[in-house]
């Protein structure tokens, strides 16, 4: 009898499911000193933190490589420049760093718009939390 209210006692669990999960010494520490700040036990924080965490994964795709491959040009020419000046051609050295300059100015135009927007490119998983946590 007692097997019996066991097993409804399992089936009528409102948690049923395990969740196993690797962590390095470092991270169990830091697991085990957040959530022991929280005052929660350990379902119950790793609950909050599931409901009220939002994620961002990044997918950057080929413009940012782009403009990663254009930097390098750039940097190729600018020693180009560089040995110009060193050999003493100077007045071609001068309009070709003008010209690099502007080239570099439109480029990092560019990243600072990446930089200020990072979401072009990315999903965000966010889960919206009711006033009581639940």
Same mark, same amino acid.
């Given at each position: 009898m007692n097997g019996v209210m066991n097993l409804k006692k399992e089936i009528s669990r409102k948690r049923n499911n395990q969740f196993a999960i690797r962590l390095s010494d470092s991270e169990i520490a830091l697991w085990n000193s957040k959530q022991s700040a929280s005052g929660f036990g350990k379902t119950e924080f790793? *609950? @909050?933190m599931l409901k009220? !965490?939002?994620i961002k994964v990044y997918s950057f795709n080929e !413009? *940012?490589?782009a403009l990663y491959n254009e930097l390098r040009h750039i940097g190729v020419n600018l020693n180009q420049a560089a040995y110009l000046v060193n050999v003493g051609g100077y007045p071609e050295a001068a309009i070709e760093i003008g010209s690099m300059y502007q080239e570099?100015? /439109?480029l990092m135009n560019k990243f600072q @718009?990446?930089?200020d927007n990072p979401m072009? /490119?990315?999903t965000?998983?966010?889960v919206s939390v009711k006033k009581d946590g639940g």
């Open positions: 790793f *609950l @909050k009220s !965490t939002r !413009t *940012l490589k570099f100015m /439109n @718009k990446f930089i072009i /490119n990315a965000v998983i966010d």
